[in-house]
Nanobody, 122 residues
Framework: QLQLVESGGGLVQPGGSLRLSCAAS????????IGWFRQAPGKEREGVSC????????NYADSVKGRFTISRDIAKNTVYLQMNSLKPEDTAVYYC???????????????WGQGTQVTVSS
């Protein structure tokens, strides 16, 4: 069955960098778009970035444009989120999820995974 497992989170100082991984199984990345989301305590889950099933189209939330980069490795069936110039407001649990398309709100799969914690603090 379709499964996505997030990893790579941790504690980093403001201005630092971190690379998150989203390992896919049960399907190949050319089947669906993959979106990164995050949720901070007391706040709603928000979309951060997305890469299309063709690997050509990408989208970013205004809050992370110029700092985050989404990419994928077809051979490893893994999507990455490179996060640079991290700010305390980036602190959240980060999740990845398959989507019909980057411009679609329709999510694929039964539920959200465990996510990976990112903490930006001095």
């Amino acid at each position: 069955q379709l499964q996505l497992v997030e990893s790579g989170g941790g504690l980093v100082q403001p201005g630092g960098s971190l690379r998150l991984s989203c390992a896919a199984s049960g399907f190949t990345l050319d089947r669906y778009a993959i979106g990164w989301f995050r949720q901070a305590p007391g706040k709603e889950r928000e979309g951060v970035s997305c890469i299309s099933s063709r690997g050509v189209g990408t989208n970013y939330a205004d809050s992370v444009k110029g700092r985050f980069t989404i990419s994928r490795d077809i051979a490893k069936n893994t999507v990455y989120l490179q996060m640079n110039s991290l700010k305390p407001e980036d602190t959240a649990v980060y999740y990845c999820r398959a989507k019909i398309g980057c411009d679609s709100g329709i999510l694929i799969g039964r539920s959200w995974g465990q996510g990976t914690q990112v903490t930006v603090s001095s």
